[in-house]
């Protein structure tokens, strides 16, 4: 995979995909939900400052007519299901009941993320994933051969890479590198 885009990037776990495939060289194009949240708009200029360092990293403004090895529109408001072929939504498991009463297009293929925690939500879940090794696990299914078939329903499977002591201090390290968001509120 040379290239993707990542539509409604805006989320903690939609930057760190972006974070992640941009450490194995991948292009990543980054299409962002408008919002009017001040305390999230703040996150999102710090991060996206923090990512546009990176020449493989562009924010686009609207979604152009480039060609991507893979496409990804994480479920929400916006949902351009029919400007592409065979884009993979991705679905917070806490999203999953509002996910399956849409109508669907039939080519799209839906990956269901596991419950998951980091830096917005201090507490880890007792069955939740840190949120780098949900992106690493995201990224290797995305690399891999298989994921091509003809399944549409996809439960994305986590191993616990990082324990939840050892991503206590990557939250309390990344909040600390991050100080100017979370000081203010």
């Known amino acids: 995979m040379e290239s993707t885009l990542i ?15 941009m450490d194995e060289g991948i292009h990543v194009d980054v299409v ?10 703040m996150y999102l200029e ?11 990293f562009r924010q686009l403004e609207h979604i152009g007519d480039q060609n991507y090895d893979t496409i990804c529109i994480q479920f929400g408001s916006f949902l351009p ?11 917070y498991e806490e ?3 509002e996910w ?3 109508e669907k297009t039939g080519s799209e293929k839906t990956v269901i993320l596991p419950k998951m925690y980091g830096p917005w939500k201090e507490e880890t ?3 939740g994933y840190y949120t780098n090794d949900v ?17 549409q329903l996809f439960e994305l499977q986590v191993t616990e890479k990082t324990s939840k002591e050892e991503a206590k201090t990557k939250i309390i390290e990344w909040k600390r590198q991050f100080s100017s968001i979370f000081d203010k509120y």
């Open 7 to 21: 539509v409604g990037a805006d989320e903690f776990f939609g930057l760190s995909l972006c974070e992640r495939m």
């Open 32 to 41: 962002l939900a408008e919002t009017e949240d001040k305390m999230r708009q």
């Open 46 to 56: 710090e991060r996206l400052m923090w990512l546009g360092r990176n020449e493989l």
């Open 81 to 91: 299901l029919d400007q592409y072929d065979s884009p993979y939504i991705l679905v």
């Open 95 to 97: 999203d999953r009941k």
């Open 100 to 102: 399956d009463k849409r």
């Open 125 to 127: 879940e007792e069955d």
């Open 135 to 151: 992106a690493d696990e995201l990224l290797r299914f995305l690399l891999e051969p298989s994921r091509h078939s003809k399944d």
